[in-house]
Structure formats: structure tokens, C-alpha cells
């Protein structure tokens, strides 16, 4: 089991002091220090106003753009500070954390894990989520990163187990919308949303992966030779119509066989071989022979001596 927990913590600070309060307690008290030391100022006096400067510098707190400061008054939830800058009461309230509001991505595995019919995969996934209600998710969660990672990662193991291996690799979005809406209902509770959940790798066994492959091929060889028997068909049912064409005007037959006579002396150097119906059909014969004894006669002719 393997879950990646962002780095950064979810609680920025528990104290909330920032460079703006340390510099702001330098100014306060920095000068008080100097009269005190120079005797301007009596000991009792330094004391006071240095006491008061230190509370005015603990008294301001920043909040970034983004997020939201949890205020405690004496351990009680008061409210929400920021962003921007707050003032609270130093002793009396603790700024607890500050939440940050920003899309997070939390990456998150199922290994070994059975499907429907079986079959072992390790599915990776992302998910995108974000806390809209900072109350919520300051009071009724401790450790809302881990929670939603460890809600994402059941939710992930129940999804597979009620799809067979085809669902998971064909409809992966369907899978990751049905993942998203089963994580909202277990974050909702604690103001964080669920936007969007993808599928990034469905990883199976290298054996099947090879006998999925070889299925593939031989039902594309199989589509093939149905292809190829259809055309056939198709082919046969042409020529049966030709033919009763050609039964019923012998005139057009004999065009046609001439123009395949015709097509094939075009190919220079072919050796045409024409069956002797088909010569007799066309009268090719009577052609044949006469263009025979046209051609002896001139040879005959250019064998004869000069006179």
C-alpha cells in the first residue's frame, strides 16, 4: 500500500507571527531600550512601554491570498481572519492555522487489487480536490491531506472490484466520474470538494497483456477474412447479373470481349493467351489469318531479286 501525502503541511503556522510583527516589535521596543539606556526614560517606565510595544507587534497577524486563519479565543472557535492583515488579543486568542483554499493534487495507487472477473491490476490515479469551507475542515477533521488520500484510495479498491478488466481500460472516464462523486460524499462532511479524479495507468499482468494482444490479432485476421468473403460475394453476385446481361445480347458480349483483347495488348511485351471460343465468337480468326498472309506476302515480296 503506498500513499503519496503532500509535502507541505496544511497548517502553516500555529503561532502566526510574521516578518511584519518582528519588525513592527524592533520599532516599538528598539527605541524604548535606547531612552531607558540613555536615562530618559525611568526602569518602570521602559518596562511598560516596552511590554506594550511587544503586545502591539503579537497582535498582528497576516493571512496570505489564498488561505484563511483559524482564530481560538481561550481554546473556543471565534471565526475566520483574512486574507490580509488581523489583529487579535495576545494571550486571550491563538490564530490555530492557516488553511490554505488552492486546488491540491494528491496522487494515489490501488495495487493488486481484484477486478469483477478476477484479474489483478495496479490502477494510478489523481485527484483534485479543495477545502470551501475552512470552519468545516478546521473542526471536523485532524488531518484532512491523509484523510482524503485514504478515503481516495478505498474508494478506488471498491470501484475496481465492482468492474470487470474491459470497463476499467475502455471507459476510464466513466470510472474516474463515478470515483469523484463517491469521494464527495465522504468529503463533503468536512467542507472539502472533490473536482476532478483521473485514471493515469492501469498496469496488469505482463501474460495477460500478451494474450490480450494475441486476441486482438486473430480477431483482426478473422475481420479480415470476412472482409475478404463479403467482397466475393459481392464480386459472384456482379458477375451473375453480368452474365444474364450478356445471355440476352451476345453483341454486347462481344464488344466486351474485345475490350478486354484490347486492354491487354496495350502492356507491352504481355503474352495474351485467348481461348479458341472466344476467337470464334469475335471472328478474331478470320482477322488472325488475314493479317498473317498480308504479312508473308510482304516478306515475299522483299525476298524477290532485283531485276
Given at each position: 500500500m503506498k500513499l503519496e501525502i503532500p509535502v507541505e503541511s496544511e497548517i502553516r503556522t500555529r503561532s502566526g507571527l510574521s516578518i511584519v510583527s518582528l519588525a513592527l516589535g524592533v520599532v516599538l521596543i528598539g527605541p524604548v531600550i535606547w531612552l531607558a539606556a540613555i536615562g530618559v526614560l525611568s526602569t518602570l517606565a521602559a518596562v511598560i512601554l516596552g511590554n506594550l510595544g511587544a503586545f502591539i507587534a503579537y497582535s498582528v497577524r497576516i493571512a496570505h491570498q489564498w488561505e484563511k486563519g483559524v482564530v481560538l479565543r481561550m481554546g473556543k472557535f471565534t471565526g475566520l481572519r483574512g486574507p490580509g492583515i488581523f489583529f487579535v488579543i495576545p494571550i486571550i486568542d491563538e490564530v490555530n492555522s492557516f488553511i490554505d483554499q488552492r486546488v491540491r493534487v494528491t496522487d494515489f495507487h490501488a495495487e493488486k487489487t481484484l477486478t469483477k472477473d478476477t484479474v489483478p491490476v495496479n490502477v494510478d490515479a489523481v485527484v483534485?480536490?479543495?477545502?470551501?469551507?475552512?470552519?468545516?475542515?478546521?473542526?471536523?477533521?485532524?488531518?484532512?491531506?491523509?484523510?482524503?488520500?485514504?478515503?481516495?484510495?478505498?474508494?478506488?479498491?471498491?470501484?475496481?472490484?465492482?468492474?470487470?478488466?474491459?470497463?476499467?481500460?475502455?471507459?476510464?472516464?466513466?470510472?474516474?466520474?463515478?470515483?469523484q462523486k463517491t469521494m464527495d460524499e465522504h468529503t463533503n462532511p468536512w467542507g472539502i470538494t472533490c473536482q476532478t479524479v483521473g485514471i493515469k495507468d492501469?498496469?496488469?499482468?505482463?501474460?495477460?497483456?500478451?494474450?490480450?494482444?494475441?486476441?486482438?490479432?486473430?480477431?483482426?485476421?478473422?475481420?479480415?477474412?470476412?472482409?475478404?468473403?463479403t467482397a466475393e460475394t459481392e464480386i459472384s453476385e456482379k458477375f451473375a447479373k453480368a452474365s444474364e446481361k450478356y445471355s440476352?445480347?451476345?453483341?454486347a458480349l462481344q464488344l466486351r470481349g474485345m475490350n478486354m483483347l484490347f486492354e491487354g495488348l496495350k502492356e507491352k511485351g504481355s503474352l495474351i493467351i485467348v481461348p479458341s471460343s472466344a476467337l470464334d465468337s469475335m471472328n478474331l480468326g478470320a482477322v488472325g489469318g488475314l493479317s498473317a498472309l498480308a504479312e508473308q506476302q510482304t516478306l515475299g515480296h522483299s525476298k524477290e531479286p532485283a531485276t
Open positions: 483534485y480536490w479543495m477545502v470551501w469551507d475552512v470552519e468545516k475542515a478546521a473542526l471536523e477533521v485532524e488531518r484532512y491531506n491523509e484523510a482524503v488520500s485514504y478515503v481516495a484510495q478505498t474508494a478506488l479498491r471498491d470501484i475496481i472490484g465492482r468492474h470487470e478488466l474491459a470497463d476499467l481500460l475502455q471507459h476510464r472516464d466513466t470510472i474516474g466520474e463515478a470515483l492501469i498496469i496488469i499482468p505482463e501474460a495477460l497483456a500478451d494474450a490480450m494482444s494475441k486476441q486482438a490479432q486473430a480477431e483482426r485476421e478473422r475481420q479480415a477474412r470476412i472482409i475478404l468473403g440476352k445480347n451476345p453483341v
